[in-house]
C-alpha cells in the first residue's frame, strides 16, 4: 500500500464516521453535498450542477436556490429538449438528486457580474427539511461535463 | 497508468463507505461503480445512408444582412444545430464543445468549417443578441434569425422538429432546442452525419478532420 491509497483509506474512514450518527433518529434526512459545478457562463445566464445525496431516513425536497450572483434563481428540469422550471425536487431518503448536464440544473438569471473559470460562485440551497446548506460551486470551462469523463 | 487507478479505487470504495453508513440504499452505493466502466462507447456520430439535402433557408445572419443558406455555404463543410440563446445548459455546451474542436483544425481548414446556429426562439434572439452569444464562443459561428415558421420549415427538412416557444402561464417563455448537430460534406452539399448532444469535444475533435475532407467519421 502507498502513501496516497494509505491516505485515502483514512479519508473514507472519517466520511463514514461523521454519517454514523444518523441511526439515532428516525425519518431525519441527512443531506450531503458533492461535486457542484458552474460551466463558464456566455452570457447573463448560467447554470449549477450538483449531487446531492441523502444519507438518511427521511426523504427530503429542495424548494428553492438564492445566491449572491443572481437575484433570479430558478431549478428547471430539461425533458424532451424542452426546459421548464419546477417548484421543487426530490431528494430520497437513501438516494440522491442528480443535477447534471443535459437534464435538471439550476438556472441564474440577469447575473450581477460575470463568473470566470477558475472562481467560486456561492449558493445556498433551501431543502424543506434539512434548511438552508451552503455551498461553493467551482466555475469551470463552459465544456465542463463529468458524466463525460 | 497503475498510479492512476489505485487512488480513483479508493476513491470509490470512500464512495461505497459513505453510502452504506445507514444501510439503507444498496441500489444507490452501485452508482457510482457503474460510471466508472461507462467509457465502452463505440461513436459518436450517426451515418446517415440516405442524406438529408441541406435546408433551403434564407434568414437573418447577426450582423442583420440576408444569408442564404445553401448559397453561403456551397462547397463548405458545415455544421447545423437549431438552440435558443435563454438557454443555460445544453446549447452553449453543444456549440462550445464545437468551438474546442475547430480550434484543433489546421488554420486552412479552420476558414473552411462553417458553424451554423440557427435558433428556435426568433422573437428573443435578435441579431445582436445571437451575435454576442455566439461570439463569446466562437467570433466565427454564424448565427441565424427569421420567421418562426420559415425556421421550422428548415429544421423538418433535416429530420429536426421544433415547437414555436410558448408563453405560460406566470410569464415564462419555453422554449425547445434541436436535439442533433448536423454535419453536410463539402463534397456532395449533403448532410451524413448526426451528433447527439452528448457528444463531447473530444469526438467532435477526432471527426472533424474527416468532415472538412468530406470523409464519414
Known amino acids: 500500500m502507498n502513501h496516497r491509497t494509505a491516505l485515502a483509506g483514512v479519508l473514507a474512514l472519517t466520511t463514514g464516521l461523521t454519517l454514523a450518527g444518523c441511526s439515532s433518529s428516525s425519518d431525519k434526512p441527512e443531506l450531503k453535498v458533492v461535486g457542484g459545478f458552474m460551466p463558464q457562463p456566455v452570457n447573463d445566464m448560467a447554470a449549477g450542477f450538483l449531487v446531492v445525496r441523502n444519507n438518511g431516513t427521511g426523504n427530503d425536497r429542495l424548494t428553492s436556490v438564492t445566491s449572491p450572483l443572481s437575484d433570479d434563481v430558478t431549478i428547471h428540469e430539461t425533458k424532451d429538449q424542452v426546459m421548464r422550471e419546477v417548484t421543487s425536487f426530490d431528494v430520497p431518503a437513501g438516494g440522491e438528486l442528480d443535477l447534471e448536464r443535459g437534464g435538471s440544473h439550476i438556472m441564474f438569471m440577469k447575473l450581477k457580474r460575470q463568473p470566470k473559470e477558475g472562481q467560486k460562485v456561492s449558493v445556498e440551497l433551501h431543502f424543506e427539511k434539512a434548511g438552508a446548506v451552503k455551498v461553493d460551486l467551482p466555475v469551470k470551462e463552459t465544456t465542463h461535463n463529468p458524466k463525460k469523463q | ?217
Open chain 2, 1 to 217: 497508468m497503475v498510479k492512476k487507478i489505485v487512488p480513483a479505487a479508493a476513491l470509490v470504495v470512500a464512495a461505497a463507505l459513505t453510502l452504506s453508513a445507514c444501510g439503507g440504499s444498496d441500489n444507490d452505493s452501485k452508482k457510482p461503480i457503474a460510471d466508472v466502466s461507462m467509457e465502452a462507447k463505440t461513436q459518436a456520430a450517426t451515418v446517415l445512408d440516405q442524406p438529408f439535402t441541406k435546408p433551403a433557408l434564407v434568414l437573418t445572419d447577426t450582423h442583420g444582412k440576408k444569408y442564404d443558406l445553401r448559397k453561403e455555404t456551397e462547397g463548405k463543410p458545415t455544421l447545423i444545430y437549431f438552440g435558443y440563446t435563454n438557454c443555460p445548459d445544453v446549447c452553449p455546451l453543444i456549440m462550445s464543445n464545437i468551438a474546442v474542436a475547430k480550434k484543433s483544425l489546421p488554420k486552412a481548414d479552420q476558414d473552411k468549417l462553417r458553424v451554423v446556429f440557427v435558433t428556435t426562439d426568433p422573437e428573443r434572439d435578435t441579431p445582436a443578441s445571437l451575435g454576442s452569444w455566439l461570439k463569446a464562443q466562437d467570433p466565427s459561428f454564424i448565427g441565424l434569425t427569421g420567421d418562426f415558421p420559415a425556421i421550422q420549415a428548415g429544421a423538418r427538412q433535416i429530420g429536426i422538429g421544433i415547437d414555436a416557444p410558448k408563453k405560460e402561464k406566470d410569464g415564462t417563455v419555453v422554449s425547445m432546442h434541436g436535439s442533433q448537430v448536423i454535419a453536410f460534406s463539402p463534397k456532395t452539399d449533403k448532410g451524413y452525419v448526426l451528433y447527439s448532444e452528448d457528444t463531447t469535444p473530444d469526438d467532435y475533435t477526432k471527426d472533424l478532420p474527416k468532415i472538412v475532407k468530406g470523409e464519414n467519421p
